[in-house]
Each structure stands twice: as structure tokens, then as C-alpha cells.
């Protein structure tokens, strides 16, 4: 379908690169690898453009769900991420108020039979540039898109190495995370949910002989949450969830090291299990307000990933939803050779499967993190009632957008 790049395969010199390409990707990430990857394997000449000279932590991001699992595997990245030291872990265990609740078997309980992945982001991200070079993709790094003149092949002028230079592309895609700088050339307008959730992240080295799973704790009454999962060995990612309204100010830097260690207390976590811990890397936290552009497709320019659309990442869903972009846009592409009827085909997909992302993501949250005594009360209705009617539980881990969620569901178990 496309030509065949003439250049040998492999991080390529600026001094020898293309000027003209079928797709130009703003954006080094995971998502950009991957679509550069997959439409390299199929032809098509490929320029990634990424600002970072070096991957680094940015906290969130290490965690393919088992319905994320599942998409990447169909674009073939799954064992490429667990042979550089991804972690797969088959079980969830949740504390409800400190107290363990019995342990989910995700392959058993999924559609896909799958999992969950875990790894450090920076580690997986240079991973999977390294297979789109691999498989023939051009990548310039510590590189900066500037601007694009839009055209029938759309030209862009990139700055590297203190020089700009110009390129053209058939299709532009942007995967240059939630500020996106292509979004914003092209004029895309973003809107926001309403602020609900805060994700606070950090790093703690453990060496205690605990399984692989994912362990979750909820602290409804007082609007808190975290996650522990094992990222490699003896190290895990540690996330607290709070409300808006539960924290006095947002947690930040190695000072609130020891705050961070007091709420995982006060949420469940294990005592032997903090005592044994280090923290350590940056401690940030992030609102955890959904955006979201309506039509993240213009012409020849289109978003993926966080550049598209956001989820609130106490759900984890973030890296899922990009690869769930990734192959959607792969496969509309592939199949058109019409390449700006393809882009609105796939806006059209992502716009429907994300909402219905974003609003089962709300319910969880108004469910689980509503603080006072009428919302705790009403949790245990529910959650009793999920209990004998499983159905009713819209399990956002095993089946991410297909997830069981309807606005009258909702609707009706908040009412109880």
C-alpha cells in the first residue's frame, strides 16, 4: 500500500532524513511508537518528531488494565513490553475501609482473559521507540514541531539541533500528550469536567514477598483511595487518591514524603507493609479532571492518545484508552485509502467510546469518593447490591468502554 522507506532500519541521522512521509507523528510516547510501529510494518514511510532527548518519570502511566491488555496485543506490542520487564499481574485485591476483600482472578473473570501490565513508564516509552526504529520508523529526538501550513500534503517546520527544518506529510498525527502543541496550532477547542479528584504519585522501593496484583484501597467515608502495583522488582508505583475536598492542599516533593505515609495509613494500607517501604522520585499531584476535544480530527490532522481526550487516572484507564486510539486510527487507515474520510471515521469512534468511558468513570467516582454519612450509607446500599446483582457493576477494569454503564443505571443505584 505505501512505499518502502530506502534507508536502513534504526535511530537515523537527521543529516539523512526524508523530507516527504506518509505520516508524521508529534509525539514519542507509547502511543505515537505504537501507531509509528504498526504503520511502518505495513509500508508506510514514518517520521516521529519528540521534544524529550530522554524519557522521564512523569508518574502516571504504568498500568495496561486486562481490556488494555487487549488492545495491545492486537497491535503487537504486549510481549515486546513484558520481554523488556513488563509485570503481569492476574489478580486485584481491594481493602474496603482497611479491611481485604476476597481477591478478583482477572484472567478468569475477562473478556479477553487477560491480566493487568505494569512497568516504569520511562523504560517501556524507550522500549517502544526503539521497535518502531526497528521496524523502519525515522525518529528525531529533543526535536520540536513549531508550526504547520496546511495543504494537500500539510508542511511542517521542526526545530533541531537549533535548525528549523521543513517536512510534509500526508497525514499529521498528534500524540503530544494533554498540551498537545499540535492541538493547539490547529485551533482544536478542549473542554473540561468539573474537579473532583485529585492522583498524588511516588515511587517506593519494597522488598517483601507480596503477590502480583493490583492492590486497591478505597476510604470512602473520607474520600481517599490509593494503589500499590509492582513496577519491578522491589519497586512499586504508589498512588493516593483524594477528593477536593478530603486534603487540606495537594501533596508535592520529597517534604510530603511522611503525609503521604499517614494517609496510606489511615486508608488501609498495610503497617508491615510501610515500615518495610522507601519512598522515593518525584512526589507530584495532578488534577484529575476529564478534557476533551468533540472531533479530534481536521482534515489531514488528527489526535490520539492524551491529545484527544483525558480519563481521570485514579481508574487507570489512561494508557488503555491510547492504545484503544492507536488501533482504531491503524485500522481505519488501513482500510481507506482515503486518508481524511478515515480520520472522521475514527473521531466518530473515539468520541462515542469515550464518553461512555468518562461517564462510567464519573459514577465510580461520585460512588466511591463522596464524603459524609448519607453518601456512606448509600455506598453500602450499593455495593451490597452489586454483591448479589453483578451485573449492576460496570467493571471498568475487565471491560473498559464496553464496560456495564448506562445514564439510567446510574441514575437509579444513586438513588438508593
Known amino acids: ?75 503487537g506490542i504486549y510481549d515486546i513490553l513484558l520481554e523488556a520487564g513488563g509485570r503481569e499481574a492476574p489478580r486485584q485485591v481491594i481493602y474496603l475501609e482497611g479491611e481485604p476483600t476476597p481477591p478478583r482472578h482477572y484472567p478468569s473473570s475477562t473478556p479477553g482473559q487477560t491480566g493487568l501490565l505494569s512497568f516504569f513508564h520511562p523504560e517501556m516509552q524507550e522500549t517502544l521507540a526503539r521497535a518502531a526504529a526497528d521496524a523502519g520508523v525515522e525518529i528525531w529526538r529533543g526535536a520540536a514541531f513549531k508550526t504547520i501550513d496546511r495543504g494537500k500534503r500539510h508542511t511542517l517546520r521542526i526545530l533541531t539541533e537549533g535548525t528549523i527544518r521543513t517536512i510534509e506529510a500526508r497525514l499529521i498525527v498528534g500524540a503530544d500528550g494533554r498540551d498537545s502543541t499540535l492541538a493547539a496550532q490547529i485551533g482544536f477547542e478542549r473542554k473540561k ?54 486534603l487540606e ?15 496510606f495509613h489511615e486508608i488501609g494500607v498495610p503497617s508491615a507493609w510501610l515500615e518495610q517501604a522507601t519512598p522515593h522520585g518525584i512526589l507530584a499531584s495532578f488534577d484529575g479532571s476529564c478534557r476533551w476535544i468533540e472531533d479530534p ?16 487516572p485514579v481508574w487507570g484507564n489512561g494508557l488503555s484508552r491510547s492504545l484503544r486510539d492507536v488501533r482504531l486510527l491503524r485500522d481505519r487507515l488501513l482500510n481507506d485509502s482515503n486518508w481524511t474520510a478515515a480520520a472522521r471515521a475514527y473521531a466518530r469512534n473515539h468520541t462515542e467510546y469515550y464518553h461512555r468511558l468518562r461517564l462510567a468513570e464519573q ?19 450499593v455495593l451490597a ?14 471491560l473498559g468502554p464496553e464496560c456495564r454503564y448506562s445514564d439510567e443505571m446510574a441514575a437509579r443505584l444513586l438513588a438508593l
Open 1 to 75: 500500500m505505501f512505499a518502502t522507506a530506502a534507508e536502513p532500519r534504526g535511530f537515523r541521522s537527521l543529516a539523512k532524513a526524508h523530507k516527504t512521509y506518509d505520516l508524521a507523528i508529534i509525539g514519542g510516547g507509547i502511543a505515537g511508537s505504537t501507531l509509528g510501529r504498526t504503520m511502518a510494518l505495513h509500508g508506510a514511510e514514518v517520521l516521529i518528531v519528540e521534544k524529550e532527548p530522554h524519557y522521564r518519570d512523569r508518574i502516571r502511566g504504568e498500568v495496561l488494565l486486562p481490556w488494555g491488555s487487549v488492545e495491545a496485543k492486537e497491535l
Open 363 to 381: 459514577f465510580n467516582a461520585t460512588l466511591h469518593f463522596t464524603m459524609g454519612d448519607a453518601a456512606d450509607a448509600r455506598r453500602k446500599r
Open 249 to 263: 492542599r495537594r501533596l508535592s516533593g520529597e517534604r510530603d514524603y511522611r503525609s503521604a505515609f499517614q494517609h
Open 297 to 312: 480530527a481536521d482534515g489531514n490532522c488528527v489526535l490520539v492518545g492524551d491529545a484527544a481526550s483525558t480519563t481521570d
Open 385 to 398: 447490591l452489586m454483591e448479589k446483582e453483578p451485573e449492576l457493576d460496570p467493571d471498568l477494569d475487565g
Open 193 to 246: 469536567s468539573p474537579q473532583e479528584l485529585f492522583t498524588a504519585g511516588f515511587q517506593l522501593s519494597l522488598d517483601l514477598p507480596l503477590d502480583l496484583a493490583m492492590f486497591y484501597f478505597l476510604h470512602g467515608r473520607s474520600g481517599r483511595g490509593g494503589i500499590l502495583m509492582e513496577t519491578k522488582p522491589g519497586n512499586y508505583r504508589a498512588y493516593l487518591f483524594h477528593h477536593k475536598d478530603a
